[in-house]
């Protein structure tokens, strides 16, 4: 059966408007949102995984039509080994490592792992927010990364099952739980410690058995993780910080329309402060929980003990200054004034 002509005329001028439809950048159909997927190695109820709902919650209401965020926590899509490739591959488009992380991209980043460099995280914070803070988020957008934000976990403590941890020397000839990093390695080394390379899943039972004597962790990891039932000690160093930075594909970013990196820059920021006064109010509640446990003593130091351990501290600096930089490692000692 052949089609009449007025039907073949009608079919090429539906063709040929449909054409037209696709064609047009303000049509509906190229106007579908943007999935902006999400992918984090934590739980929901944790800070970074309560800042990433508020992202999505924040982006989708600024920008409403024009971005979908999905957020998949405790490594549903991509584990820690996998999510910086997964980016870079345009699998996912946000994801927030912890910042050790970072230092096979560039070796600036190592300034957060050095020792005894802040006070506390307030320091921190004037310090990320610093025009040589904010420079490291665009540090590694040769290798593909763009950083958008600074995400806390917290400072980091120091515990062990000795009954003293005031000065340098009490932790001399003991074995100490480290992440896999060449800067907390070295950190230990100067203080004649022994660093022991092992899995977050493996501490308690470590510290419970004696194979190693102590640990370093913010107090919110310390509570939740229960190492405060297997250590005698717990020191309020602030000697270390666990943070994160929330990083996407620099190339896609740089594609994105200006109106839409301005919403999620916007949603970003308001993410960030949430998520971070969330991170400051856990740490606090749960370093009152493990003195109200009375299992392990928390032990203060004074301004005299934080300048002992900074000098026994110095060549640890001085041993990673070639690649941080001595300008930013000096940026970061004047966020503590």
Known sequence: MTKS????????LAATLLAGVLALPGTALAQSPIVIKFSHVVAEQTPKGQAALKFKEVAEKKLPGKVQ?????????????????????????????????????????QVFDLPFL????????????????????????????????????GMKQLSTNKDKLVLPEDVKGLKFRIQASDVLEAQFRALGANP????????????????????????????SQKFYEVQKTIAETNHGLIDYMVVTNAKWWDGLPPDVKKGLTEAMDEATAYGNKLASDINAADKQKIADAGKAKIQKLSKQ???????AMEPVWKQFEGGIGRDLIDSALKSNQ
């Open 196 to 223: 022991q390379k092992m899995a977050f899943a493996e501490v308690y039972q470590a510290l419970q058995t004696g194979v190693v004597d102590g640990q370093e962790n913010t107090w919110s990891n310390i509570y």
């Open 118 to 153: 802040f006070d506390d995280i307030d320091a921190v914070d004037r310090f990320q927010s610093s025009p040589a803070g904010k420079g490291l988020l665009t540090s590694m957008t040769s290798r593909g990364l763009l950083g958008l934000g600074y995400w806390h976990n």
């Open 69 to 109: 965020v999905q957020v998949f926590p405790s490594s549903q899509l991509f584990g820690d080994a996998k999510e910086l490739e997964a980016v870079l591959l345009g699998d996912v488009q946000f994801i927030a490592p912890s910042l050790s992380k970072f230092d096979r991209y560039t070796k600036k980043i």
């Open 5 to 12: 002509p007025t039907l073949h005329k009608r079919t090429l």
């Open 305 to 311: 003990d934080v300048a002992v351990w900074r000098k």
